[in-house]
């Protein structure tokens, strides 16, 4: 199995997640995360102080899914997640070697 | 004094609409507190007790970083009992004891000889007990202003300590000698004032002691580690605003019912400080707007409290006009304090109480003597006449007074129990090092 | 007039109790203000400030996702500032200064003429001053309660800009139609009113045309980006409350105190107020659990609200048990307004100002002419026959003043200097991008 | 009565001064309400709704997990409009109908033949109108007392419905016997009272009710799941702070407001309330740092309530240096029921009602038969002999009503629409499953 | 050495946590995520606009083990978070080829 | 390419990330983890309950880099988190077998 990893704008989430229900993956599992890179932050002023804010909010998707969708899910994803502006995110994937779904004990592929 | 005639009688009620002595003195049928006054003078004490709590514990509570909320919070509830405990004891009485010039006596050491109908002792109609708790208000929040400076940084038990000290080396002589009838300042009511100066509802007692206090504490503390290299916004500008808000409320207690009764001069305060702080709040954010980039809520909440110092001498001595006059100086003067003034000397006065507490309320004894008005406030007549000079010998001496003192109290502490924590729990934050809790626990 | 007789002394004194006019007029030996009821006046005045700062901002800022808070706040702060300005300069004289039915006059800019111890220009007993505060602090809230229709989307500039215009064109007018002497809508104070309607404490003035401007403000700005596509919960139900609670207390201030006095008519007016909310808040969220499911806290608040708006213009002329009967109006057709009507016409009143401050203030200018009692104030004997056209000509002037300005002064800014951020901004969230500021810093 | 000749009428006039009965009766040309005295009840009113929305639902939201932060906010929004409907329907013609020594009758249902200008229900000088909402405010606050002990594990549909039942089995009933001049217990108004005890402001009326009603309460209902083995902790000291702060300012209207009036007895409840909850919340501080080591936010938050329950009963009667006496016991007793006590006997009382307004109800209510004062409060001289014994006999009536009654009821609530949630919905938290919404939605 | 990332559901971390030290095994890494798949939301309310929460709170457990512990550790947490209703959760299992004890530099199962 | 995924002290994070700025790694992606080992927690209090907090706030931080560059960026980590104390966290080092750039589909070492 692979787990692909997806580094996204936050306000792409909702489109991120139904283009991937059109591949009939219907599990996922999201986190929020704090980006840094090129994509530039803004500036707070609080009274004498002033800083930059450069790690912008993102969200992670983790999908974990057979072989032979990952190439499916990655393109999905890339798709629905991009604006063409700098920030858009990444993915990555890897390799999972094992996936077990707690409620059944159920294994590969059957698990996710 | 026999009974009183009718005139006599009707004369001493006149004196109760009109806020001034009973005619018929001891014998009157009306010795009692008068309602209309001291209804208000029973909610301004209340107002100015939600100004500590829990709006200044919300205005710097937001302001620090989350990990250090609670000591913030702690600090405000730690005070008020340590206060009002010494305010029972003797505070009251060592501030409004006739004692000396400088500082009243034991007469009134646990409330001694005082009454539940008795009058007098702050005004004609408002009941003795209820003004020794108007003035503990003041007495409370005092010291917790000083606070904001050294915030994130100083130990619980120091800031105890610190304060059962402070309060007798500097408050308790302060309130004595600008509101006592014998006090060394009170222009007003003590013909024998060796400076006639005139502060109407603490510019002085109040904003310059703590002001100053907290310059010279947070100097001594040292900066917070890190600072000036990592950011430490303000962790909940939402509460930042909420203190403002309950400060501005709470200050028409503060000022308004310094007139000591629902009259004339309660009417002018209110007013003045109405129109000071908006209009501060206003300006300040506008400043900030041209030379910043962006009107912040931080920056309207800056200008209000800094425009609630200013006017505080003076909201029962000037006009409205003057105090809109006022707001302008208010809503620029403390924000070049807190923006250029406080970069270039480099000391981390946190909060910015002295920004804008010492700044403004210096502004504020200064601009009183300027706008008082005896068209407002018939006391200022005789003393207008020399007044602006008073008013710089009175800042003077409260500079002096809290500087020096502060800065004896504070080594005292340091080589007592100490002042900070170390490093790993001033990294770790105060709430769960000092008080074993954390602000928000929300997973 | 002589000084006057010892009887006429006693008149006046009773007239202080009573709160009527001093018999003995100018000899009066108790001119000032009358300490009870200018206690009262100066409670109600800080009472309402409290509704706006910090009561509505938490109210509205509850609302709007976490990423607009700071924008809701500083637009009630904004506001605060930029009005009171505005009324010291010329907004009480436009106001309340004779002009003509329509606007007043010059007269009082920058208070000229007005002075501590004034009685008269409000009512017998409190301080003109006070008077002036007490209407400022309506005149604060009202555009402040517009920008609900408008959150999350508008740009701060433009809410400064569309404020300044407004007050011109539908406030200051508006008050003084419905509440100065020589008003053409003041029925109670005017004799020669063109519209002899009644309106208690602000139904008209505050209510209806904030809900109605909020209306067309907000059709004209258009729904904001993901309108009925993306979730846009309130990301805090606890400041909601808490909004609530502040604006639920703060409204005795802003209801009894219109009696202008701590009489039997404030009396009325705190007692219909109390039931009126209480009882509403409880028929929404029945009305919930009966038709969704489940009562939320949402409900309760946003039923306490629509029954201080429907009870505003009738709460010192009917009786308790009518206002229990309104508060079965005010918890059923808000609700109906908001939960169905909003969707069906498919504007996005993002805070439903319209659902709760138009139609509820409608709602209750009408029922306030069903309900007048001539047996719970006397000024509404001479005026009942007729009251319920006078009422709906009331409205209709309101509803039509308030949408034409609205628009206009809309477009005008909108051609000017823009009423929408850019969707990028929009999309970040207008506290970094207007204030530069975030609401929260919890790590 | 004719009409009341000149002597006659400065008498009624200062009457209202020293808030006695007007010796011209009837004839009286100042019928109405006093100004003073009114605006300070109706500013108690507020202060007391205040302590309710939100003051309450802030302490008690705050120290529940943030899952059922709403379900208390709900709890308090829901009380406060069905209590208000059954106050205005019979609720206080229950309790302050002539009746008998038990309970009222229903002359007053619906307000029945009450008036805007009507006085002397309650005290000589204040409406009837407010008279009715102050003690509304106390029938409100009480039930939402009891929902602290059954937190995060109760459904909103059964807190209705004990709630409904509870008013009439022990709060009309207990309000009627304590405060009515028919009252059973009511020993400064009824000479015939069978019980000759004191309560000044709800000592037993409220607190103990509440708290030992939370007691059995808790117990029936059983602990939370997971209790003793998950943490709980308060999900937002701040809110708790928050929340304290505005019960500590809004106490002053329900103790001094207990006064009926700003006098001479008022000024010395609000004095004894400033002080007794300031010491106590030092004094908890204080005993947690000896015994465990820190003190902490909620320690000294904990001791101000405890502070203000104690005094409550005694408000009124004692000396300010009394009042400091019970501050060191009400900082003590409690904290030791809340640390100790319950661990012992292991029932799951979630925000400590019983452990502070059992507690501290019951040692209030003792500690005023010991420290009444006649010098403080004419009415005690009267009753000081055999005070002491009356008190107990009090505090053992309103615990067997309040247990007995509770029982009953609970059980009945129990096998009829069931008391707890489901085991998931418990697990999932109560704002979602009862109300359909999320306290805070910050990302 | 492997890397074990469990998907549970909340209120199962103590136990699975307690499960996993009878192993000895006395580090773990923790976050907050919000998951989606086969369990139903729950319906929010706010006046006019309703809407499903989909994304329901879950805890992500992360722990590296060496080879030889990977099967006991996942059975001792599958065992620990099972409650056998719809949405338990995952067990994801994949390679981390190197661990660093940050502290002492120590590396491989030493690290761990 | 390689994903390190370093567990350290948040008051390390800037340092953290400067140091990788030093090798010309400009972009990574952190979250709020929460770590259990041997590190002692602290104990609250409230009122009669008392309880220790034993899962401590850390910061995750996780970066893909060319295999090359993976020693590199590892030994800078641990050089800037480190203080020495117990808790001072974790690096683990896994291979990522693609990567894409949303904004332009890049993809492999090209994407990061
Ligand atoms: N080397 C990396 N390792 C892990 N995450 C990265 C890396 N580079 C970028 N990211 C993530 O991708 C997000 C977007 O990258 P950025 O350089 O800002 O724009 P773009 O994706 O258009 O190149 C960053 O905020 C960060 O969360
Ligand atoms: N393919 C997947 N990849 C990553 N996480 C998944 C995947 N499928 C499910 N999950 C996670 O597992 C959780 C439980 O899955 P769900 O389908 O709801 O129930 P069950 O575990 O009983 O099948 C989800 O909330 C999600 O966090
Ligand atoms: N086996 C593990 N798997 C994943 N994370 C771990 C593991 N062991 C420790 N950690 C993480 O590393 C952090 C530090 O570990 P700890 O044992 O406290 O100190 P040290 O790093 O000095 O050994 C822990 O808080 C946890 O987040």
């Given amino acids: 199995m692979k787990k692909i990893e997806a580094i996204i704008k936050p306000f792409k989430l909702e489109e991120v997640k139904d283009s991937l229900a059109d591949l009939g993956i219907e599990g996922m599992t999201v986190s929020e995360v704090k980006g840094f890179g090129r994509q530039k932050g803004h500036t707070e002023i609080y009274r004498g102080s002033e800083y930059t804010v450069d790690f912008l909010p993102k969200i992670k998707i983790e999908v974990v899914v057979a072989d032979e969708l990952a190439e499916k899910a990655t393109g999905a994803i890339v798709k629905a997640a991009k604006t063409g502006k700098i920030g858009d995110g990444k993915v990555f994937i890897s390799t999972v070697e094992e996936a077990i779904r707690i409620r059944t004990d159920e294994t590969g592929d059957k698990a996710i | 004094a026999g009974s009183p005639t009718l005139e006599q009688r009707i004369e001493d009620l006149e004196a109760y609409i009109n806020n001034v002595d009973r005619p018929s003195g001891d014998a009157s049928k009306i010795k009692a507190p008068g309602p209309g006054h001291n209804a208000w003078q029973m909610v301004s004490t209340a107002l100015v007790l939600f100004m500590t709590l829990p709006g200044l514990a919300l205005f710097y509570g937001g302001l620090v970083r989350a990990k250090n909320v609670l000591s913030i919070l702690a600090m405000c509830l730690g005070i008020t009992g340590l206060v009002s405990f010494l305010w029972w ?13 400088f500082i009243g006596d034991l007469s009134y050491a646990m409330f001694k000889g005082m009454t539940p109908g008795g009058v007098g002792a702050g005004y004609w109609w408002i009941s003795d007990y209820i003004w020794a708790m108007f003035q503990l208000t003041f007495a409370i929040i005092t010291p917790a202003l000083i606070f904001g400076a050294t915030a994130e940084r100083m130990k619980f038990s120091a ?87 309950m400060l501005y409320v709470g200050w028409f207690g503060f000022n308004a019912g310094s007139a000591l009764g629902a009259d004339a001069i309660a009417s002018n305060a209110f007013t003045t400080t109405f129109l000071c702080a908006a209009i501060a709040g206003l300006v300040w954010a506008l400043a ?153 626990i929300l997973e």
């Avoid at chain 2, 004891?89 to 010039?101: H, V, W």
Wanted: hydrophobic share 50%; glycine share 14%; aromatic share 10%.
């Fill in chain 2, 89 to 101: 004891l003797c505070g009251y009485s060592l501030s409004f004891g006739s004692g000396n010039p």
């Fill in chain 2, 159 to 245: 800031v105890m300590l610190f304060t059962a000290l402070w309060m007798f080396v500097v408050y308790f002589p302060m309130a004595h000698m600008v509101w006592s009838t014998t006090g060394f300042m009170c222009g007003p009511l003590n013909a024998d004032a060796g400076i006639k100066a005139i502060d109407f509802a603490g510019g002085t007692v109040v904003h310059m002691t703590s002001g100053w206090s907290a310059l010279i504490l947070c100097m001594i503390l040292g900066p917070r580690m890190g600072f000036g290299k990592v950011p430490m916004p303000p962790h909940s500008m939402v509460l930042v605003m909420v203190g403002t808000g």
């Fill in chain 2, 288 to 440: 900030e707007w041209m030379l910043r980039g962006k009107p912040s809520v931080l920056g309207f909440c800056s200008g209000i409290v800094a425009g609630l110092v200013v006017i505080t001498p003076a909201a029962g001595f000037v006009t409205p006009t003057s105090a809109v006059i006022m707001a302008f100086a208010a809503g620029i003067i403390p924000f070049i304090a807190v923006m250029y003034l406080k970069k270039m000397l480099g000391y981390d006065d946190a909060l910015d109480t002295f920004g804008v507490h010492g700044v403004g309320g210096t502004l504020g004894a200064i601009l009183t003597g300027v706008f008082a008005d005896p068209a407002v406030n018939s006391v200022v007549g005789p003393l207008k006449e020399g007044l602006l000079a008073a008013q710089f010998k009175a800042i003077g001496l409260t500079v002096v007074l809290s500087v020096v003192a502060t800065a004896v109290i504070a080594f005292i502490v340091k080589f007592t129990i100490g002042l900070r924590p170390s490093q790993d729990a001033e990294r770790e934050g105060l709430d769960t090092v000092d008080h074993g809790e954390e602000g928000y």
